[in-house]
């Protein structure tokens, strides 16, 4: 018996000393500590997980050690040789896929007929097809910041110091002086602790989500959310429950049921978040933001509420919902805004709490990865606040004009108007014909566009809302969207609208 396992034993003793002068090597490496405790944790939690991850580990070392590229022997046969001919040939017979595909005739139609403006535009830009002054009721302006010759010039003298970009992301040399004073007239404008800038308005809402939202955790949005707030909960991978368009009934029978649901699997409770606009991209329509904020507080939820549109012109002042309601704005949890549309200056922004603010300062995409505003924008943001701030009658006018338009409006008896009355976006559909609840998008496309060229062709520059069909969740209704300002005499909007009431009723009379 010991003459039989004696070779065994030498075996045992041989194997043991190559690992245990392995593991001496393997002690001596920089790391190797860490390794160590990775492997224990994940061993000790999911052996399982070890087992695969050595299975992964040797397939990525054979395919780093075999030969892809190289004709050699053993295996030569699987490449083809070519002469020189050959290849020339099959180069001059390549063509590339072409980036996009082509435009269809309607899409080219419309593209055509896309208004070319001469100088600067404004309330009353000059066309180049016509040569004439139009009256302009499709570009977002509207407390006329665009136009003020005091921001104009504020402009000019930040240029000269600074120049025109910043040259970097906030996080590293792209932060001015001009940027942190700007976070702090929107938050004192605002009345919140703390405030951040973003470059891009498109990407402040979709990387505002993200900041927060993370897998596992519960986002309830209303159905009819522009798609910037889509592509930020897409991002975020959160479970989104959707409730029905600007119905708080439906919100509440939402919050109910997640909560219900919660109870009966009994899981832990999770991060939860509402997330709707202040007035809608999509129609006009506005929240109540009181019951909002009643429903979040009673089923303790986080409210991420997007005034892309508001901000800047429903209020006394123009500070949005929260003004227009007379809530206080620490109700909601991060207020989101555009600079570029409230402001007339480019980029968006958050309000909010401070620990709300400074988290977005390293876990927003678009805060730390993107440049961050042109200095002179940042100025004219600030003094756009200025003149909101004392300037109360920009917003006065700028509600005299939406009440001029929407009473013209009401009139024709062939469009329905779903937007807020104190909404400066007014989205005119054409009324159906039928009962259906469906609606032929490629038909209203095309009636609608026809209003809108004879339109310009009568001098009053309007627009269809633009959509990219096929990105968003549920398609949106075609419509004209008329934007007023407060840059217009209430004649001049009168006058343009009565162009286009003219328009409609002799169209579909």
Same mark, same amino acid.
């Given at each position: ?326 809530? $206080? +704005?620490?109700? *909601?949890?991060? =207020?989101?805004? @555009?600079? #570029? ?9 958050? !309000? ?111 627009? $269809? +809302?633009?959509? *990219?069909?096929? =990105?968003?969740? @549920?398609? #949106? ?9 407060? !840059? ?22």
């Amino acid at each position: 018996m010991a003459s039989a396992s004696s070779p065994l034993d030498t075996v045992v003793l041989t194997i043991a000393q190559s690992l245990s002068a392995v593991e001496r090597t393997f002690y001596k490496l920089p790391g190797s500590a860490i390794i160590e405790r990775y492997v224990r944790s994940s061993h000790q939690n999911d052996p399982g997980r070890t087992f695969l991850e050595l299975i992964i580990f040797f397939l990525v070392v054979r395919t780093l050690l075999q030969s892809r590229t190289r004709a050699d022997s053993n295996n030569a046969k699987n490449f083809i040789e070519f002469t020189e001919k050959e290849i020339d040939e099959l180069v001059e017979d390549w063509v590339p896929e072409p980036l996009s595909r082509p435009l269809d005739d309607v899409e080219a139609a419309e593209l055509a007929a896309v208004p070319v403006v001469a100088g600067p535009n404004g309330p009353h830009p000059t066309l180049v097809n016509t040569g004439k002054p139009a009256i302009n009721l499709a570009s977002l302006n509207f407390t006329g910041l665009a136009n003020n010759e005091h921001i104009k010039q504020r402009a000019l003298e930040a240029m000269r110091k600074y120049g025109v970009g910043s040259c970097g992301p906030t996080g590293f040399y792209g932060n001015f002086d001009v940027h942190i004073q700007c976070e702090k007239d929107i938050a004192e404008f605002l009345d919140t602790e703390s405030a951040i800038l973003y470059w891009q308005g498109f990407s402040t809402i979709s990387s505002v989500i993200p900041a927060f939202c993370k897998r596992g955790d519960i986002i309830v949005v209303d159905r009819a959310v522009t798609l910037s707030v889509q592509k930020g909960m897409e991002i975020s991978r959160s479970t989104i429950r959707w409730y029905d368009h600007n119905d708080l009934h439906s919100l509440e029978e939402v919050l109910q049921s997640v909560e219900k649901e919660r109870r009966k699997r009994k899981g832990p409770l999770t991060r939860r978040f509402i997330i709707t606009e202040g007035i809608f991209e999509r129609d006009g329509t506005m929240t109540d933001l009181p019951k909002l904020i009643e429903l979040k507080q009673k089923y303790k939820y986080r409210l991420i509420l997007d005034e892309s549109f508001s901000f800047g012109s429903v209020g006394r002042t123009g500070r949005g919902l929260t003004e227009l309601y007379n809530v $206080k +704005a620490s109700k *909601v949890d991060m =207020l989101v805004g @555009s600079c #570029a549309i409230g402001l007339c200056a480019t980029g968006g922004f958050c !309000a909010g709490s401070k620990n709300v603010v400074e988290h977005q300062r390293i876990n927003a995409p678009a805060y730390v990865f993107s440049a961050s505003m042109p200095p002179l924008l940042a100025v004219s943001a600030s003094e756009g606040i200025n003149v909101l701030r004392d300037t109360p009658s920009l917003l006065t006018r700028l509600q005299d004009n939406i009440r001029a338009a929407r009473a013209l409006l009401d009139q024709v008896e062939c469009i329905s108007i779903p937007s807020h009355r104190a909404s400066p976006i007014i989205h005119i559909y054409l009324r159906n014909t039928t009962d259906a609840p469906v609606f032929d998008i490629e038909r209203e496309e095309r009636l609608l566009q026809e209003v809108v060229e004879e339109a310009m062709a009568q001098g009053v520059m309007i627009t $269809k +809302a633009k959509r *990219v069909r096929g =990105l968003e969740i @549920s398609e #949106a209704r075609p419509s004209i969207r008329l934007a007023m300002s407060s !840059a217009l005499s209430k004649s001049d909007t009168e006058k343009a609208v009565h162009v286009l009431v003219k328009i409609l009723k002799r169209k579909f009379r």
